[in-house]
């Protein structure tokens, strides 16, 4: 490594602990802070309160060889940092589009005073365009011209947290001076050669706001034409197959049916839309108000599928779902489709069952009044239709034959375009999907 600085990772949630794990496994000293002490506790334990492959392992590894671990004073993190990451979250307002910046006010707010050294401060989080400045202000002025700020956003997905933050597929870098380059530069060494573009804070800001816009478009892009596709008898995964073969276009983000959820992308596209707003620039943004009604549409869309395969109403109707997560290899059900789905038909009087191979603790804790099941031939006995609402492999690999034995109708509906029609088709399952004729 070529310089050896102490960092410390203030907010241990998904980016944070996933940060401060990779940071230190990459060789730096680290010290992760968050104001819970009772995750905390829990990581300096050794423990995850997520799911995320292999990253609790890598948790592990570093308490133990002594080069990360966890506080929750704000005096212990000045005096140990000279780089700062800054990765408290962002959620959307209650009520409103716009993205509540609190937490990273009272990071800064809370770290500026003990901070006597100079050291740089670095913020990851997702954020209304224009913060960057005015927390760049507020630092300045707490705690004096040895302190400055710089922008540095996190692409990360849920899943893939360790091999994104190792192998990003670029950095970049908001800065206002050199010598905030040059640290960054210096911290990010050890991950090799990866592109990098040094820009401004706003700038910096907006490829994060843009990039999740720009998926989020994707995958209205191919659900808009799924309705097309369902209008005309068309098959949108072999639309989405061809249009894949084309390299402009490229075949990632294609996947058609119940879109997107999660922790970012229906916050971030709102949030920006808002800022837009503020910024007298919202007729650009309309579009994304358009990709966020597409995407809501395709839960409704899945309902109305099932409610037909059971004869127009749920009442008294058993429904079987498969999937909880908001997407496989996750346990987070924030925004979920699946879940979302679920609640409605139970809303509806249907008697739901739910089964997730990860997720369920997340949901019993959430709601525990959900009828949840401990295996996916459980959740879906006298089921008069099975929904597949999370393209978890296990679903993939499920025996139509097997499967059937247990239900009440063969009645299925593909919520992800994950199963291999034919076969299902071929074990006398009445096979349905978004977007499929
Ligand atoms: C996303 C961004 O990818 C990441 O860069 C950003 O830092 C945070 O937000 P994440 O929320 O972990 O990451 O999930 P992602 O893998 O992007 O999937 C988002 C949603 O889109 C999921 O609900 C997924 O099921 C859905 N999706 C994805 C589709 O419906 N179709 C696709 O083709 C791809």
């Not at 307002?93 to 901070?115: I, R, W």
């Not at 740089?120 to 760049?136: E, N």
């Not at 979302?340 to 809303?347: E, G, H, N, P, W």
């Not at 299925?412 to 074990?427: K, Q, T, Y």
Request: aromatic content about 6%; some cysteine.
């Amino acid at each position: 490594m070529a310089v050896a600085y102490r960092l410390t990772v203030l907010g241990t949630g998904y980016l944070g602990a996933t940060h401060a794990a990779c940071m230190a496994e990459l060789g730096f000293e680290v010290l992760g802070l968050d104001v819970d002490p009772e995750k905390i506790a829990s990581l300096q334990r050794g423990e995850l309160p997520i799911h995320e492959p292999g990253l609790e392992e890598m948790l592990r590894r570093n308490l133990a060889n002594g080069r990360l671990r966890f506080t929750t004073s704000y005096q212990e993190a000045a005096e140990f940092g000279d780089v700062h990451f800054v990765c408290v979250g962002t959620p959307q307002k209650k009520g409103e589009f716009a993205a509540d910046v609190s937490y990273l006010d009272a990071v800064v707010e809370s770290l500026a005073p003990h901070l006597r050294r100079e050291c740089l401060v670095v913020g990851k989080s997702t954020v209304p365009v224009g913060t960057a400045q005015r927390l760049a202000d507020k630092l300045a002025l707490l705690a004096g011209p040895h302190v400055e700020l710089a922008w540095n956003p996190e692409f990360l997905r849920e899943g893939f947290a360790v091999r994104d933050t190792l192998k990003p597929d670029r950095l970049v870098f908001g800065v206002a001076s050199e010598r905030a380059e040059k640290i960054l530069r210096d911290v990010y060494t050890p991950l090799g050669d990866v592109p990098t573009v040094v820009t401004d804070f706003p700038t910096a800001e907006l490829v994060k706001s843009a990039a999740n816009a720009f998926l989020a478009t994707k995958i209205s892009f191919i659900n808009a034409m799924a309705e097309v596709c369902e209008a005309a008898h068309a098959d949108v995964k072999q639309l989405s197959l061809a249009l894949s073969f084309d390299e402009r276009i490229g075949g990632r983000f294609l996947n058609p049916g119940l879109g997107f959820g999660g922790g970012c992308l229906p916050k971030d596209i709102r949030a920006f839309m808002a800022r837009a707003g503020e910024l007298g620039a919202d007729q650009a943004l309309t579009f994304l108000r358009e990709v966020d009604a597409i995407n809501m549409r395709r839960r409704a869309r899945m309902v109305d599928l099932a409610r037909d395969l059971v004869g127009g109403s749920f009442h008294t109707r058993t429904v079987g779902v498969l999937g909880a997560a908001f997407k496989p290899n996750s346990d987070d059900i924030r925004d979920s489709p699946a879940l979302d789905v679920a609640l409605t038909i139970r809303q509806e009087g249907g008697a739901v069952t739910v089964y997730d191979p990860v997720a369920l603790n997340n949901v019993r804790k959430a709601h525990p009044t959900l009828d949840t099941a401990d295996s996916a031939l459980t959740a879906v006995r006298n089921a008069d239709v099975v929904l597949l609402l999370t393209e978890w492999q296990e679903f993939v690999d499920l025996d139509p034959e097997a499967i059937g034995t247990v239900v009440n109708t063969r009645n299925i509906v593909d919520g992800r375009n994950a199963l291999d029609s034919e076969i299902w088709r071929a074990a006398n399952w009445n096979y349905r999907a978004l977007g499929r004729p």
